[in-house]
């Protein structure tokens, strides 16, 4: 195997996209780009990078890449799936990048109202920079390529450690919250992928490469059901296959081939079912995969159970999902779009799903002012819905507050329901009483406080039980900056 160093690499990266632009979305969506972090840029190391980067860029050099591309018809997007519509895939939202003065396109997920999960190697240029956030424009609700609610975005995350392919995964942070309808709703991430066992269903969308150059993308989002195969990509069988690291990496697709994501499609939604029924659970980001479609060579997704902690810590906020990964087995369109039992997506209940997606950014826990008694102090903790309904969905139910030493995450059993919460070690919890609009509890100092101040010892956060159960919502920590 040749190696290169990054600036051979960096060199034949951009004779790559000068010798032919009509491949550039190629070049993007399946190729990848060095790593820099924002707002850090650093260097990534060069060997396993570099021997796959350099490797790409030889298949370019050498024609095998043309040679693909002429294979790929307008037909092939998500290939082997259909047209589909927007209540099957209402989380999927369209990227267009501008790098380099070219035009790109990636698949997206919203995972909160303000908050984009995509591809690392998507929002690189050919410098292997972050591009600024407003070279960005992110589109949703709408079937058709840069249709819909159109978006800019407000910052970039891309994972540091990203290196060909491992850790292809970043954040964006809208310019503003988008509004939740039934084309529209944000899902949560796989915390705990173990439910996924051989055979279990996974669906894919996107709009699919560009075939002639900037500008000329797939018109329908496509979509298609495929397989977990967690053997199918470790065999090594070309260059591309030998940086599959399961840990970070799902494999998945059709032991025959014909459906999978292909050029283009980078970024998008790796979804399975959730013991709710409500919102699907994200369990991958499509990354890359050695052709497209083709039997023995699935597609290569990032495993986000890996990345939910880094994106949580970006962001401030809890994207992973409450509830278990309820993967089924016979909804696989791999015999062909019509033939899947399920449509080319099992179906979820898209009503509860957008109550889920509502609890998650309406649920605000706000820690008061720290007041000081003879015993002690005392710190006031709150948490309410705004606005405090939903459609006919009224948040009634029960408000746990939580309290640790330090950030992590454990599951806490809450009057009867397992939740996870973003607190590791002893978790001390109480129930919030309710008043008209809002729960309150006041924490008082604990011994093990000696100075009976409000200090930043703990560690608070919130969880929010429905009625009947069926809803969770846990919010973010918070420490009091106030030390009386
Ligand atoms: C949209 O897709 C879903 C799931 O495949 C299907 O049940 C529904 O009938 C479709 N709706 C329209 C308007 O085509
Ligand atoms: C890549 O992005 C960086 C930072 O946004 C920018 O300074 C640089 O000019 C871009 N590279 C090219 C080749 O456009
Ligand atoms: C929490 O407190 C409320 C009253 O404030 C009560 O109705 C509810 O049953 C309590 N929940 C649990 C699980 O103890």
Partial sequence: MESFSFQQLRAYRTA?????????????????????????????SESVAGRRWGGAFMEYAHGHVDARMDQQTKDERIVGGAKTNRTAFPYIVL???????????????LIDRQYVVTAAHCVLNSSVLVVPARSITVYAGSTLQKQGTKVGVNRVWSHPSFNFYANDVALLQLRSALRITPT?????????????????????????????????????????TVNYLPNGCGRYKKPDYSEYVPSVMI???????????CQGDSGGPLTTLSVSN??????????????????GFPGVYTRLSSQ????????????????????????????????????????????????????????????????????????PIEALFNPV????????????FLRSQSEGSSTVNLGGVNV??????????????????????????????????????YTYAAAYISSDKKFIQVSNTMRTTRSV
């Fill in 308 to 379: 939910v902690s880094w994106l949580e810590k970006q962001a401030g906020r809890v994207f992973r999902s409450q509830y278990a990964m309820a993967p089924p087995s016979t909804c696989d369109t791999c015999a062909g779009a019509t033939k899947g039992k399920c449509g080319l997506a099992p179906g979820f209940n898209a009503n509860a799903c957008q109550i889920e997606g509502y609890l998650a950014s309406a649920f605000v826990v706000r820690l008061k002012t720290c007041s000081k008694s003879a015993t002690g102090a005392s710190l």
């Fill in 389 to 400: 309904s939903f459609g006919t969905f009224k948040p009634t139910g029960s408000v746990f």
């Fill in 184 to 224: 529209v709703m944000p899902i949560k991430l796989a915390y705990d992928d173990t439910p996924l066992k051989d055979g279990s269903d996974l669906s894919i969308s996107g709009w699919g490469s560009l075939s002639a150059g900037a500008g000329s993308v797939a018109a329908n989002l496509q979509g298609a």
């Fill in 251 to 261: 494999c998945a697709g059709c032991n025959a081939g014909r459906v999978d994501t």
């Fill in 16 to 44: 790559a996209i000068l010798l032919s632009l009509v491949l550039a979305v190629d070049a993007v969506a399946r190729a990848s780009y060095g790593a820099e972090s924002s707002p850090h840029r650093h260097r990534q």
């Fill in 95 to 109: 990227l267009s990048i501008l790098k380099d003065n070219d035009e790109f396109f990636c698949g997206g997920t």
């Fill in 278 to 295: 409500g919102c699907p659970i994200l369990a991958g980001l499509t990354s890359f995969g050695e052709g497209c479609a083709d039997a």
């Fill in 420 to 457: 996870i919460v973003p607190l590791s070690g002893p978790v001390d919890f109480r129930n919030g009483t309710f008043y008209r609009s809002y729960w309150r509890t006041l924490w008082l100092p604990d011994a093990d406080v000696p100075t009976r101040t409000c200090s930043n010892y």
